[in-house]
């Protein structure tokens, strides 16, 4: 069995226990997420089974979507509700003053990455320099914010948030920078994951859901064909392919075919050899080779 199980995070749950209670269901060791939610968000994680852990690359660039409650008033040294308080301001937010500043934070915007994440600096976490007591150090990042919009107020000086944003973006820190912003402390109170890349909320199954699954026997129901996690890649079909021409190109031969003249080189493509899916392959010189291969294997000639 190989594909993506879209998992359903709970608060509290880490992402790497998320995956090892997936590698337990599913009695598998090569299993791996798309990219890591902070222990206290929730929400969408795809986990990927098998030979589907290849497809990192093609996943994890894909934008994401989250509902944030951003809270006024206090600001932690973690930009979330489970670290220490390190800063207090009065003043009540109003929507018109949030909505007036949220237009600075769309597009491509520069963050400080916080210092509770797991970001590498001289072979450290900087979250191990933080409980060490290290001084901040000031590594930035550039992402893009496709939409930023206040969806209600929650209480006082408490709003929701929805945020459309490119991978690597934190949002704890989008939220302690709007609160710099207007000039009082803030800090991220909930996260909600509701999409990473095709995969949202509403296909995503929780552990518990998993297990009455396996228990009924229909475990592989919730699994996402790589084919199916692929269709945002244009494809490249290859019809009419000799049955050596076939196997050359599931063995990883460059093959010519008429059909890529109209497609782009150098872009990542699903691939297909007369119906068959093989995988993600790359035009170069008008001839199409495997990158990742996912189809049956070919058998070899003697």
Do not use: W
């Amino acid at each position: 069995m190989e594909g993506i199980v879209n998992v359903l995070k709970p608060p509290g749950m880490t992402s790497s226990n998320a995956v090892a209670d997936v590698r337990h269901l599913f009695d598998m060791k090569r299993v791996g997420h798309t990219g890591t939610l902070d222990p206290g968000a929730a929400g969408v994680l795809p986990i990927c089974l098998g030979r589907a852990t290849r497809l990192f690359d093609y996943l994890v660039d894909k934008e994401k979507e989250y509902y944030a409650e951003v809270a006024f008033g206090c600001a932690t040294d973690t930009q979330d509700s489970y670290g220490t308080v390190i800063a207090c301001g009065e003043g009540i937010v109003r929507m018109e003053q949030l909505q007036a500043v949220l237009p600075a934070f769309i597009g491509e915007i520069e963050q400080v990455v916080p210092m509770y994440s797991a970001v590498c600096v001289d072979g450290k976490r900087l979250y191990q320099l933080a409980r060490q007591g290290a001084e901040e150090i000031r590594k930035t990042r550039r992402v893009l914010v496709h939409a930023l919009e206040p969806v209600a107020q929650t209480g006082e000086n408490r709003f929701l948030l929805r945020v459309q944003c490119s991978k690597g973006t934190y949002v704890r820190t989008l939220c302690h920078d709007i609160g710099m912003a207007l000039g009082i402390p803030a800090h991220l109170s909930f996260l909600l994951r509701t999409r990473s890349g095709a995969f949202d909320v509403e296909g995503a199954h929780s552990i518990a859901e998993l297990r009455e699954l396996k228990e009924a026997g229909a475990l592989a129901s919730a699994v996402v064909s790589v084919e199916h996690a692929l269709l945002h890649l244009p494809e490249a079909r290859l019809d009419g392919l000799s049955a050596r021409n076939a196997r050359l190109l599931k063995n990883g031969a460059e093959i010519a075919h008429p059909a890529l003249a109209a497609l782009p080189e150098h872009t990542p493509l699903r691939a297909y050899a007369n119906g068959a899916f093989l995988g993600v392959g790359l035009i170069g010189a008008g001839k199409l080779h495997i990158t990742t291969f996912f189809g049956e294997e070919a058998e070899h000639e003697n």
